[in-house]
Structure formats: C-alpha cells, structure tokens
Nanobody, 119 residues
Framework: QVQLVESGGGLVQPGGSLRLSCAASGNIGNMAAMGWYRQAPGKQRELVARLTSGGSTNYVDSVKGRFTISRDNAKNTMYLQMNNLKPEDTAAYYC?????????????WGQGTQVTVSS
C-alpha cells in the first residue's frame, strides 16, 4: 500500500501563487510516476502534471509555463508550484502515484486539497 497526503491548498487571488505538497509513504519502491490531477465542479478529473521516475515531465496545455512539478526523493514528497493562478484553476487537486507490482498497475490517490482562485 501507498499513502499520499496532500497539503498547501487554499484561497488565492488571481495572479497569485501556491505550492502543493504530496507526501508519500508505504511501499513506494516501484513507483513509476507521480502526478497531480484536478477536478472542478461538474467537470471530469484531468491530469495537470506528471513526473516519471526517469525525470520526464508533462503538463496539460492550460498550465504550461505557469506550473512546475518536482520531487524531493529524500523526503518522498512531490510538489506542484503554481504561479500566475487563474480563476479557471479553481478545483480540488489530487495527488496520484503509479506503482507497478508483479506486472499490474496500481494507482493510489490522496484525499485532495482545494484550490480556489478568486478576488
């Protein structure tokens, strides 16, 4: 099992910044990738950013140049630095970890943290 705990959400004005954190614990030895997803009311959950174990990153087009995903392996913690936030970034943000075990993909999720961008 893998446990993921997010923190760092909150209310911020347009143009502001927030940094989300996701602390991972448990059986994370074969973690293939970690990522951030978000879900706004009435919308489907979407991938925001992903970081593979090899260091590759990818972002949804709407956040490119504004968000940066990173990981501190010593702390088993992943971050999402969000700059120049816009009202359309308002959503619940979820941390995700993909762990391969005996050929099977296992997805783990955090409890979510709310980000609200409003003046």
């Amino acid at each position: 099992q893998v446990q993921l705990v997010e923190s760092g959400g909150g209310l911020v004005q347009p143009g502001g910044s927030l940094r989300l954190s996701c602390a991972a614990s448990g059986n994370i030895g074969n973690m293939a990738a970690m990522g951030w997803y978000r879900q706004a009311p009435g919308k489907q959950r979407e991938l925001v950013a992903r970081l593979t174990s090899g260091g590759s990153t990818n972002y949804v087009d709407s956040v490119k140049g504004r968000f940066t995903i990173s990981r501190d392996n010593a702390k088993n913690t992943m971050y999402l630095q969000m700059n120049n936030l816009k009202p359309e970034d308002t959503a619940a943000y979820y941390c995700n970890a993909v762990v391969w075990r005996f050929g099977d993909r296992n997805d783990y999720w955090g409890q979510g943290t709310q980000v609200t961008v409003s003046s």
